[in-house]
């Protein structure tokens, strides 16, 4: 136990050393919220990544890699192409619009874009984001608790406190830089121990050239894409909820917020491929994780349940214990923590910064000094984290069969419906209007709660909604009434504006490379 505690202090350290260095380069509300714009290629894309992939992908994809077998993979295939379209197809001209716009969030980009004349675009995405960030948020906190409790043994409600405790006290320090920092940190040791532990426990397995055949032996269904039973329209939807789970790379803000602070254009070509890598590389490790720990634990008749734990999200810590002697056990739990906290951070920022600057200071106090408002940002990230830790205590009451990988994904798919369809139409649509945005965000985040809390529980075809999941449904819906929208209300100034935004920005880039060749001649 003492390798254990040693490893995570040293881990802890770490995190508090990165919040008191970027806390001494917090001068203003720009410094505090995106960093000054300062991120180099490869901090924003493990940031971006880190981010983006949470305590889901160590404990609930290697417990649904447990659970379903190769079927899982489809999350492999689902995460490329959103992460895919997110650097190579969206990046850049968000960023040659939001640094046009001199946009600090993801809400200003959207003001700007749709030229509001009111502040109510800005209050009801505040709104929006601030709700199921506290979602997602509490999600993270419950999986520390259940991190400590599994790892060592430690009472939830404990587990959960300490590790709300250390995320604050670095968040409120250092603001968006710390939590970048803190992201690069803890993404490399996500990766690190995630393609680590296959390879390993593969090694270490004595008959591993049978794995296939054992689990064949255990369920032949888990070596079937399609899963068991093969193809049929059960199966057809928990495949396409697992592939469409990528989708939240394409416009949600605590992603898109990397893309804001990165330093350059060309810090965007060269992280894209960082940003690849990165994704292939941990999804496919976690799910191969899950799949070793069903063929490791369990034989022919025994639910992964009953030996791995609920959604079998304790696949991880079992395979670890198995592979390894106990100090590296303990960089294990700090590879689970990096993925909460790494997120938890991220999105504790961004949300105080929205409340700070777009409802407060844009609304309320426009002379409000950079001083106070950072200040202003620090007190809220502190409310913020203290709500997101009592939701998750009570979630952990009323719900004590919850899983992981539900509670994580609700969140993070009442985000992605709510922002990414609006995000998506707004770059590469120029009839897209305000009128379309609000209703396609207002459709995304009701159909998120209808779909998880209605739909799924609708005789007969609920059983297919709860296999979608929440985000397909949602994000489909937010994205149609986006386009009907601005079909039945267009507005042809709108269109024109944008198209000569487009048009400056385009002139823009190519004079700034044409200066950069003739500096680099």
């Given at each position: 136990?003492?390798?254990?505690?040693?490893?995570?202090?040293i881990?802890?350290?770490?995190?508090?050393?990165?919040?008191?260095?970027?806390?001494?380069?917090?001068?203003?509300m720009?410094?505090?919220?995106?960093?000054?714009?300062?991120?180099?290629?490869?901090?924003?894309?493990?940031?971006a990544?880190?981010t983006?992939?949470?305590?889901?992908l160590?404990?609930?994809?290697?417990?649904?890699?447990?659970?379903?077998g190769?079927?899982?993979?489809?999350?492999?295939?689902?995460?490329?192409?959103?992460?895919?379209?997110?650097?190579?197809?969206?990046a850049?001209?968000?960023?040659?619009?939001?640094?046009?716009?001199?946009?600090?969030?993801?809400?200003?980009?959207?003001?700007?874009?749709?030229?509001?004349?009111?502040?109510?675009?800005?209050?009801?995405s505040?709104?929006?984001?601030?709700?199921?960030?506290?979602?997602?948020?509490?999600?993270?906190?419950?999986?520390?608790?259940?991190?400590?409790?599994?790892?060592?043994?430690?009472?939830?409600?404990?587990?959960?406190?300490?590790?709300?405790?250390?995320?604050a006290?670095?968040?409120?320090?250092?603001?968006?830089?710390a939590?970048?920092?803190?992201?690069?940190?803890?993404?490399?040791?996500?990766?690190?121990?995630?393609?680590?532990?296959?390879?390993?426990?593969?090694?270490t397995?004595?008959?591993?050239?049978?794995?296939?055949?054992?689990?064949?032996?255990?369920?032949?269904?888990?070596v079937?894409?399609?899963?068991?039973?093969?193809?049929?329209?059960?199966?057809?939807?928990?495949?396409i909820?697992?592939?469409?789970?990528?989708?939240?790379?394409?416009?949600?803000?605590?992603?898109?917020?990397?893309?804001?602070?990165?330093?350059?254009e060309?810090?965007?070509?060269?992280?894209?491929?960082?940003?690849?890598?990165?994704?292939?590389?941990?999804d496919?490790?976690?799910?191969?994780?899950?799949?070793?720990?069903?063929?490791?634990?369990?034989?022919?008749?025994?639910?992964?349940?009953?030996?791995?734990?609920?959604?079998?999200q304790?696949?991880?810590?079992?395979?670890?214990?198995?592979?390894?002697?106990?100090?590296?056990?303990?960089?294990?739990?700090?590879?689970?923590?990096?993925?909460?906290m790494?997120?938890?951070?991220?999105?504790?920022v961004?949300?105080?910064?929205?409340?700070?600057?777009?409802?407060?200071?844009?609304?309320?106090?426009?002379?409000?000094?950079?001083?106070?408002?950072a200040?202003?940002?620090?007190?809220?990230?502190?409310?913020?984290?203290?709500?997101?830790?009592?939701?998750?205590?009570?979630?952990?009451?009323l719900?004590?069969?919850?899983?992981?990988?539900?509670?994580?994904?609700?969140g993070?798919?009442?985000?992605a419906?709510?922002?990414?369809?609006?995000?998506?139409?707004?770059?590469?649509?120029?009839?897209?209007?305000?009128?379309?945005?609000?209703?396609?965000?207002?459709?995304?985040?009701?159909?998120?709660?209808?779909?998880?809390?209605?739909l799924?529980?609708m005789?007969?075809?609920?059983?297919?909604?709860?296999?979608?999941e929440?985000?397909?449904?949602?994000?489909?819906?937010?994205?149609?009434?986006g386009?009907?929208?601005?079909?039945?209300?267009?507005?042809?100034?709108l269109?024109?504006?944008?198209?000569?935004?487009?048009?400056?920005?385009?002139?823009?880039?190519?004079?700034?490379?044409?200066?950069?060749?003739?500096?680099?001649?």
């Amino acid at each position: 136990m003492f390798e254990k505690y040693s490893m995570i202090v040293i881990y802890f350290g770490i995190l508090i050393l990165l919040g008191y260095l970027a806390s001494r380069r917090i001068r203003s509300m720009n410094d505090f919220v995106i960093g000054g714009k300062s991120l180099s290629f490869w901090v924003a894309a493990f940031s971006a990544q880190a981010t983006g992939e949470s305590a889901w992908l160590l404990l609930g994809l290697t417990g649904m890699g447990a659970m379903v077998g190769f079927s899982a993979y489809w999350v492999v295939v689902g995460e490329l192409l959103g992460v895919a379209g997110c650097w190579f197809l969206m990046a850049k001209r968000f960023k040659r619009l939001t640094d046009k716009y001199d946009s600090m969030t993801v809400i200003d980009y959207m003001v700007s874009r749709f030229q509001s004349k009111t502040n109510f675009l800005r209050v009801i995405s505040a709104f929006a984001l601030s709700v199921f960030v506290l979602i997602y948020i509490s999600a993270q906190i419950d999986a520390t608790g259940s991190a400590f409790e599994t790892f060592l043994e430690w009472e939830y409600l404990t587990g959960a406190i300490v590790g709300f405790v250390i995320v604050a006290i670095y968040c409120v320090a250092g603001g968006f830089l710390a939590a970048a920092w803190t992201d690069m940190f803890q993404g490399a040791v996500m990766l690190i121990c995630l393609m680590l532990l296959p390879a390993v426990a593969y090694l270490t397995i004595s008959n591993s050239g049978s794995i296939y055949e054992g689990l064949v032996a255990i369920d032949p269904g888990l070596v079937s894409m399609w899963g068991s039973g093969g193809f049929n329209l059960m199966n057809l939807s928990v495949v396409i909820g697992m592939a469409l789970i990528g989708l939240g790379f394409l416009g949600s803000p605590q992603v898109f917020a990397r893309l804001i602070a990165i330093r350059s254009e060309s810090q965007i070509d060269r992280g894209k491929w960082v940003a690849v890598i990165f994704t292939i590389l941990v999804d496919f490790s976690a799910v191969s994780i899950g799949v070793l720990g069903r063929y490791v634990f369990t034989t022919q008749g025994v639910e992964p349940d009953t030996v791995l734990g609920n959604g079998a999200q304790n696949v991880l810590s079992e395979l670890v214990e198995y592979t390894f002697p106990p100090w590296i056990v303990g960089l294990y739990v700090a590879a689970v923590l990096s993925a909460i906290m790494s997120t938890v951070s991220s999105l504790l920022v961004m949300s105080a910064g929205a409340i700070t600057h777009d409802i407060y200071e844009k609304i309320y106090n426009p002379i409000l000094s950079d001083s106070d408002a950072a200040r202003m940002c620090r007190h809220i990230t502190i409310v913020l984290a203290i709500i997101a830790l009592g939701v998750a205590i009570l979630v952990s009451v009323l719900s004590p069969s919850r899983t992981i990988f539900w509670f994580v994904i609700f969140g993070w798919a009442g985000i992605a419906a709510t922002f990414c369809p609006m995000i998506i139409l707004s770059l590469f649509w120029s009839k897209f209007t305000e009128r379309a945005a609000i209703a396609s965000m207002a459709t995304g985040f009701f159909m998120t709660i209808i779909s998880k809390f209605v739909l799924q529980e609708m005789d007969s075809i609920g059983e297919y909604f709860t296999a979608l999941e929440t985000m397909p449904p949602s994000f489909l819906s937010a994205l149609l009434v986006g386009y009907v929208v601005t079909i039945m209300w267009p507005d042809e100034v709108l269109e024109s504006a944008y198209l000569e935004d487009l048009a400056s920005i385009d002139i823009e880039t190519d004079n700034a490379e044409i200066t950069g060749q003739v500096v680099d001649t």
